[in-house]
């Protein structure tokens, strides 16, 4: 869902700044996006695990403790992932310079980040709300992700068994490497180098798929972004994890259910505009001309 003409600053007029760390280019460009901002009269909190934070203007501050309008990521999208898991609110919005591999979901380059920014702060720009997930185990949650919860083996190299469930009706059973459930953000990351399709945003829709199924066992499925998928280590001894977008980590035992559907969070974009279609087609599909 897109949010036309929002109001970007509100009256504590205070911006996040989170960089991937050893990288002195992007320093640089952390700089001039400071100087510009704190030049408007804006407050700017910076990451001090991350950004170098010497300017006697700039105030050191943990991710988890950033109560801002929104947030600046300088880095790619293992930056934006790590900076939401941090956040003691997903929702506030980020706006996300590439100074990744790939970067898919960031929206300006170093050399218009400035430009681009000014836009944002005169309110010409929209917000991209893209579903987020929560998964757990029984009455135990496990933190919301955006991209993907990819549940695999304990042990490296060893297969896990699976009991696919959907809305309590099992639809799949056998073995793979792992297994994940995706967001449509998600299935243009790990889900799409896994085999699985590119949902785009206006699907609503969720993206099963296994990694790696000896024999195709196991199949990938769209599901209703309605529906609880649930899945089950069901071989005795082979005990799992379940992987919140490369982020963090949590132990599954055998015969344990991992249960997985949409959350009631969403992730919130700043952009220029609707550009969905202009990033697929420039930064994951290959150009042959």
């Known amino acids: 869902m897109i949010e036309e003409n929002p109001q970007i600053l509100s009256e504590r007029r205070s911006v996040g700044l989170v960089c991937k760390p050893g990288r002195p280019e992007i320093e640089k460009t952390a700089s001039v996006l400071a100087d510009m901002l704190l030049s408007r009269d804006i407050n700017v909190q910076v990451d001090e695990g991350s950004c170098d934070a010497t300017h006697g203007k700039l105030n050191p501050v943990k991710i988890s403790e950033m109560d801002v309008d929104f947030v600046i990521t300088i880095g790619g999208d293992g930056t934006i992932l790590y900076t939401l898991s941090r956040l003691p609110d ?17 929206e300006a380059s170093t050399t218009n980040a400035v430009n ?3 836009q944002v702060l005169d309110n010409k720009a929209i917000i991209e709300n893209n579903v987020n997930l929560t998964s757990g185990v029984g009455d135990r949650t496990f933190e919301e992700s955006l991209n993907e919860v990819y549940v695999v083996s304990r042990i490296p190299g060893r297969l ?4 696919v469930t959907l809305d309590g009706t099992r639809v799949d059973y056998g073995r793979a490497d792992g297994a994940m459930l995706a967001t449509p953000t998600g299935s243009t990351a790990y889900a799409l180098a896994a085999g699985g399709s590119i949902l785009t945003p206006n699907v609503h829709g969720l993206l099963f798929v ?3 199924p000896p024999r195709f066992e196991l199949k990938s499925l769209v599901i209703p972004d309605t529906s609880t998928l649930e899945l089950e280590l069901v071989k005795k001894g082979a005990p799992g994890l379940a992987v919140i977008d490369g982020q963090i980590r949590y132990e599954v035992d055998e015969f344990e259910k991992v249960w997985i559907r949409k959350s009631d969070t969403v992730t919130r974009f700043i952009r220029s505009e609707d550009n969905y279609y202009d990033r697929l087609n420039t930064r994951l599909v290959p150009r042959t001309q």
């Open 90 to 106: 997903r929702e506030t919005p980020l706006f996300c310079v590439n100074r990744g591999t790939v970067g898919f979901m960031t």
């Open 210 to 212: 296994p990694v790696c």
């Open 116 to 118: 681009a920014l000014e």
């Open 160 to 163: 896990l068994t699976f009991q």
